[in-house]
């Protein structure tokens, strides 16, 4: 179910043309990391299936920790 979420995700922010990376930080956790104008996204989906989400905006420095409800602003938000 965990690497179903990533890939689902992948998917959606290639449908959406949002460019992304791929980082390995933690032992059980794949990071993706998202830039949009001005916000730098990292989005770590874990092993247990959880995942964060952590957004940092120009506008508010140090961004902040939020949950996984936070990645439908990025598709709506950041979409082509």
């Known amino acids: 179910m965990a690497l179903q979420k990533l890939l689902s995700f992948l998917t959606e922010l290639d449908s959406r043309k949002i460019h992304y990376m791929l980082a390995h930080h933690r032992e059980e956790a794949i990071m993706v990391l998202v830039a949009v104008p001005g916000q730098r996204w990292e ?34 938000d950041f979409s082509d």
């Open 43 to 76: 989005i770590e989906f874990f092993a247990d299936s959880h995942v964060e989400v952590e957004v940092f905006k120009s506008a508010s420095p140090g961004g902040g920790l939020e949950g996984e409800e936070a990645l439908e602003s990025l598709f709506r």
